[in-house]
């Protein structure tokens, strides 16, 4: 089969840089939070460095740090954004971004309600399914139609490229400039990377993502710029959030340029990670490609059981603004408190049969999107791009299976977790 002309070496070199970054040990990262559920639910010490991964906290802090592990205890911190706090990201992973603390990530209390208020309409599921068309003909004719005829394919050699497509589409950047897409892209991945473990290591990293940022941004703000001069009349992201409003209030062109940047970022990679695990365990699931086949209403519950499963991103950090107890044990104002979502999505006190992947099992919310005000706000895109790539997938690749003569799909990741390879077949 002949490379697709879209194939980037950038981008794919910054998405394996980015995974490789946050991959961690090889360990069994369920057993390990199953342990710490039975013996130290709330542990004082960085978890997510004896994992061997980095935090949105960044290296340089000298904050305490402790880790949660019980839904429940995670469930109380993720909805109480007062007490639970995001700020100390503009001094992380925001430094990356500029550092001007304007990503949405890392506002707190009337600046992040303020913000979300104005971006929120334009993620809602009603605003968000007019783009459908848009979005299918994205996926099904420009990457899943074109493998028909090879009968073999790494699903990631779309996996990669069809959400980034998706995401820059709708936003509004023009169409005849799909390859800047991916170069963009490898910007948002290296930005991303930032974060390290060693500061040595994060300030050389900080001097890339830095770069990177403000290319993208001078590259969005250009664009919002046009958008607003041509009269912002259109459907594309840009365009909506040039006419959202909320409470008397506007958003500038520095604030949607600051905030397309990070989802330029974002955007595409999250979806990417679950898409390969939703295919993954679509195709190692016993009967269960067969059901899905023949009732597509099941693809919802899939994705759904899919992020509850292996969630792409296992942990979420906030900071105490006051002193608090969890589970009996004194967390002091300013300490950073790691919510492991890797845990509470097998929280056996939550889930009946947690290690089981069972898209039949009775919904209850994980916390793969997150909860509370923080929310994913992107989440209904996300999972509208995943159900069309299925679909599409069913669709057009006849009794698509996993290739024989190829590795098995693993998903893997101390914190960005996904499986770099999905290789199938097809009749």
Same mark, same amino acid.
């Given at each position: 089969?002949?490379?697709?002309?879209?194939?980037?070496?950038?981008?794919?070199k910054?998405?394996?840089?980015?995974?490789?970054?946050?991959?961690?040990?090889?360990?069994?990262?369920?057993?390990?939070?199953?342990?710490?559920?039975?013996?130290?639910?709330?542990?004082?010490?960085?978890?997510?460095?004896?994992?061997?991964?980095?935090?949105? &906290?960044?290296?340089?802090?000298?904050?305490?740090?402790?880790?949660?592990?019980?839904?429940?205890?995670?469930?109380?911190?993720?909805?109480?954004?007062?007490?639970?706090?995001?700020? /100390?990201?503009?001094?992380?992973?925001?430094?990356?971004?500029?550092?001007?603390?304007?990503?949405?990530?890392?506002?707190? =209390?009337?600046?992040?309600r303020?913000?979300? =208020?104005?971006?929120?309409?334009? /993620?809602?599921?009603?605003?968000?399914?007019?783009?459908?068309?848009?979005?299918?003909?994205?996926?099904?004719?420009?990457?899943?139609?074109?493998?028909?005829?090879?009968?073999?394919a790494?699903?990631?050699?779309?996996?990669?490229?069809?959400?980034?497509?998706?995401?820059?589409?709708?936003?509004?950047?023009?169409?005849?400039?799909?390859?800047? /897409?991916?170069?963009?892209?490898?910007?948002?991945?290296?930005?991303? &990377?930032?974060?390290?473990?060693?500061k040595?290591?994060?300030?050389?990293?900080?001097?890339?993502?830095?770069?990177?940022?403000t290319?993208?941004?001078?590259?969005?703000? &250009?664009?919002?710029?046009?958008?607003?001069?041509?009269?912002a009349?259109?459907?594309?992201?840009?365009?909506?959030?040039?006419?959202?409003?909320?409470?008397?209030?506007?958003?500038?062109?520095?604030?949607? &340029?600051?905030?397309?940047?990070?989802?330029?970022?974002?955007?595409?990679?999250?979806?990417?990670?679950?898409?390969?695990?939703?295919?993954?365990?679509?195709?190692?699931?016993?009967?269960?490609?067969?059901?899905?086949?023949a009732?597509?209403?099941?693809?919802?519950?899939?994705?759904d059981?899919?992020?509850?499963?292996?969630?792409t991103s296992?942990?979420?950090?906030?900071?105490?603004?006051?002193?608090?107890?969890? =589970?009996?044990?004194?967390?002091?104002?300013?300490?950073?408190?790691?919510?492991?979502?890797?845990?509470?999505n097998?929280?056996?006190?939550?889930?009946?049969?947690?290690?089981?992947?069972?898209?039949?099992?009775?919904?209850?919310?994980?916390?793969?999107?997150? /909860?509370?005000?923080?929310m994913?706000?992107?989440?209904?895109?996300?999972?509208?791009?995943l159900?069309i790539?299925?679909?599409?997938?069913?669709?057009?690749?006849?009794?698509?299976?996993?290739?024989?003569?190829?590795?098995?799909?693993?998903?893997?990741?101390?914190?960005?977790? =996904?499986?770099?390879?999905?290789?199938?077949?097809?009749?």
């Amino acid at each position: 089969m002949t490379s697709p002309t879209y194939r980037s070496e950038r981008l794919e070199k910054a998405y394996a840089a980015l995974s490789a970054n946050y991959r961690g040990a090889d360990i069994d990262l369920f057993a390990v939070c199953k342990d710490k559920r039975d013996n130290n639910p709330v542990m004082a010490g960085d978890f997510m460095a004896t994992l061997g991964v980095p935090t949105h &906290a960044g290296a340089a802090h000298t904050l305490p740090v402790y880790a949660l592990f019980k839904y429940n205890d995670i469930k109380t911190v993720l909805q109480d954004a007062a007490t639970y706090t995001s700020g /100390f990201i503009a001094k992380g992973l925001g430094t990356f971004f500029g550092g001007d603390g304007l990503i949405i990530l890392a506002m707190d =209390g009337e600046t992040h309600r303020k913000a979300r =208020g104005l971006l929120q309409p334009v /993620f809602t599921p009603q605003s968000v399914n007019p783009w459908r068309a848009e979005i299918e003909r994205n996926i099904r004719d420009e990457f899943i139609l074109p493998l028909v005829p090879h009968k073999r394919a790494d699903l990631m050699h779309i996996g990669l490229y069809f959400p980034i497509r998706v995401i820059y589409a709708l936003i509004g950047f023009p169409q005849d400039q799909s390859n800047d /897409f991916y170069d963009y892209a490898a910007m948002g991945l290296t930005i991303l &990377a930032g974060p390290q473990l060693d500061k040595a290591k994060e300030e050389e990293s900080r001097k890339l993502a830095v770069q990177a940022t403000t290319t993208l941004y001078e590259r969005v703000l &250009a664009l919002v710029q046009t958008r607003r001069t041509e009269g912002a009349t259109g459907d594309d992201l840009v365009s909506r959030l040039i006419r959202a409003t909320f409470e008397d209030r506007s958003l500038t062109d520095h604030e949607i &340029a600051t905030f397309v940047r990070s989802l330029v970022a974002a955007g595409g990679e999250t979806t990417t990670r679950t898409f390969s695990s939703v295919m993954t365990l679509l195709l190692t699931t016993p009967g269960l490609i067969d059901r899905v086949r023949a009732d597509r209403s099941l693809i919802n519950k899939l994705i759904d059981e899919s992020v509850r499963f292996e969630p792409t991103s296992t942990v979420k950090v906030r900071q105490t603004s006051k002193d608090v107890e969890i =589970g009996g044990v004194h967390i002091p104002k300013g300490a950073l408190v790691q919510c492991v979502i890797a845990s509470a999505n097998r929280d056996e006190e939550a889930f009946d049969n947690p290690d089981v992947f069972d898209i039949d099992r009775k919904p209850k919310p994980s916390f793969t999107f997150g /909860f509370g005000p923080h929310m994913c706000i992107g989440q209904f895109v996300a999972k509208l791009e995943l159900q069309i790539a299925v679909n599409a997938v069913l669709d057009l690749l006849p009794n698509v299976r996993l290739d024989p003569d190829a590795p098995a799909p693993q998903i893997v990741g101390g914190q960005l977790r =996904g499986a770099a390879s999905v290789p199938v077949i097809w009749d």
